[in-house]
């Protein structure tokens, strides 16, 4: 629409437009372009757009503007800006501290994992600019540590985050304690139903600005590639495509917290500059940890979907997806970590057999196939395009193959098989022999730990609960699957004594069945 517009025809102070100089931009993104005007304007702005977009700078600078006049009172934030985790409520910080290094506006953060002291000590001087994830807020709220009627100015980012995280009951907790006369910026990377209803419920008369078409991913500057291996190969597979395409820094993506943990530790004992960021971590060794990635002092950065949501690293050159990630929109999030601001980056992906529906419902997603790489030295297995419920059996020699076929329900199965990144571990640990299992097994240690800090793990839960993104009345929860899944963990270790067997043991036995000699057991007469 304002194609060729500069900075300064956006309507922002010298001040800021200095600020934004010295931060290296030369022209602003489509969505500050389309978006900071209206902001200006104190227009509500609904910003259907991607981390990667510039999309944090299109409302951090025009608020800067707007709340450059006027003062906090003491514990009377004048904005507030909800984010679902901790890392983007951090990094919107920094933001601030870079567009608004002209400007005297104090600014509080209210994240988990900090001392509640030193944010009660800012917030009782007053703060301009209030960033928090909505438990913290929540927590300081209830505890008569701040009040909300003076937010003028309320952003919502990463709704749909919000949403996936079940964070939007006490998004809508706080809203309901906002004054109605406010301006409201509400951001989401995918404009679902559910994020429709909300944003017309906080907004009005919004300005609606799409940037990127609806869930597309950045495939213009992402190169991506996917190796089908077996999953015991996988670490070997992984290390080798490192070597081979010269990768120096990446980030590892799995999809459970214990899994981050024991490659973090595979890649060390290979030598590898290594490290693990997930939910469990204290935010001072997560903050420690981000920091160190960020300045080069590890090179391989194993994480967790939710730990690294929305990270901003700049000049990351790819982007591993050590698990197929069960929904399709994690893919997308993952990969744009690379390929940021116009960049070229890769995104490498390795998916075992048994990963067909979910890699169905990516490639639905993004419209494309994924290209198929080999690696030398392992065979390319073939996807089991029969049952993708079928986990963890991998059928050796076959060749690569597309994978859009054989999967019925790739867009329900998003909600269906949802892992909760912050949920507790099983209680195995996982080891590659046992990971597949692992993951069957899983949903059923999806109980939210009670000394947790309020802020990220009951709301995991709620999702658990709710059904995660997708749940709808007429498709099979997720909780309604969890037998057949219990069932067929059961059923591989009965199977354990080998093939065929379990036909055998499907009869009903008269006495102790495995423990009794196979004389004394004998089919049950039918009564
Ligand atoms: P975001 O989508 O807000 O996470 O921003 C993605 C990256 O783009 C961040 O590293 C920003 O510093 C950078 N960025 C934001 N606006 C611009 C701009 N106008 N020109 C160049 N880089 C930008």
Redesign the pocket.
């Known amino acids: 629409m304002q194609a060729g517009m500069s900075f300064s025809e956006l309507g922002l102070s010298p001040e800021l437009l200095k600020a934004i100089e010295d931060?290296g931009?030369?022209?602003?993104?489509p969505i500050?372009k389309e978006a900071i005007p209206y902001v200006l304007m104190t227009r509500d702005v609904l910003g259907c757009a991607q981390?990667?977009?510039?999309?944090?700078?299109s409302f951090t600078l025009p608020m800067i503007e707007i709340l450059s006049s006027g003062r906090a009172k003491a514990r009377m934030p004048r904005s507030l800006i909800l984010t679902p985790t901790r890392e983007l409520a951090t990094q919107i910080a920094e933001n601030f501290e870079i567009y608004g290094k002209y400007h005297k506006l104090t600014m509080a953060l209210l994240i988990g994992g900090v001392s509640m002291v030193e944010q009660t000590k800012k917030l009782d001087r007053g703060v301009d600019v209030l960033i928090a994830t909505p438990g913290r807020l929540l927590d300081h709220f209830e505890r008569g540590r701040i009040l909300l009627n003076d937010i003028k100015v309320l952003v919502i980012d990463e709704a749909d985050r919000m949403l996936d995280m079940g964070f939007i009951p006490d998004v809508e907790k706080i809203v309901s304690l906002l004054p109605k006369m406010r301006q409201t910026l509400f951001f989401s990377a995918t404009m679902a139903p559910e994020i429709r209803r909300l944003s017309d419920a906080f907004l009005q008369n919004p300005k609606e600005i799409t940037v990127a078409p609806k869930s597309r991913p950045v495939t213009e500057t992402v190169t991506q590639g996917i190796a089908i291996v077996n999953q015991r190969a996988k670490g070997d597979v992984l290390r080798k495509i490192i070597a081979k395409e010269e990768i120096k820094t990446a980030i590892i993506f799995c999809n459970r917290k214990r899994d981050v943990d024991t490659l973090g530790k595979s890649l060390k004992s290979h030598g590898m500059n290594a490290a693990a960021l997930h939910g469990d971590m204290d935010q001072s060794s997560r903050n420690d940890t981000l920091e160190r990635f960020k300045n080069g002092e590890i090179n391989y950065l194993v994480a967790s979907d939710v730990a690294a949501r929305g990270l901003?690293i700049?000049d990351l050159p790819a982007v591993f997806n050590y698990d197929v990630p069960m929904q399709a929109e994690d893919y997308i999030h993952r990969i744009g970590r690379t390929g940021?601001?116009g960049r070229s980056g890769k995104a490498f992906t390795l998916a075992t057999p048994s990963d067909v529906v979910f890699l169905d419902s990516i490639e639905k997603l993004i419209g494309n196939s994924i290209p198929r790489i080999s690696v030398d030295g392992y065979e390319t297995e073939a996807l089991d395009e029969n049952d993708g419920r079928k986990r963890g059996r991998s059928r050796k020699g076959g060749s690569s193959s597309s994978s859009n076929q054989g999967s019925k329900d790739s867009g329900s199965s998003r909600s269906k098989r949802r892992p909760r990144e912050d949920r507790p571990a099983a209680a195995k640990e996982a080891t590659p022999a046992t990971e597949d299992k692992a993951r069957t097994e899983e949903p059923r240690a999806a109980k939210p730990s009670p000394e947790k800090p309020r802020e990220d793990k009951p709301s995991e839960a709620k999702a658990e609960n709710r059904g995660g993104r997708n749940a709808s009345p007429e498709k099979p929860s997720r909780r309604r699957q969890k037998p057949e899944g219990d069932k067929r963990a059961r059923n591989k270790n009965e199977n354990k004594g080998g093939r065929g067997g379990n036909r055998e043991k499907e009869k009903t036995v008269i006495g102790l069945g495995d423990h009794v000699p196979a004389f004394l057991q004998k089919p049950a007469r039918p009564s």
């Open positions: 931060a931009y030369v022209d602003p993104t500050q981390t990667g977009t510039g999309k944090t700078a901003d700049d940021r601001a």
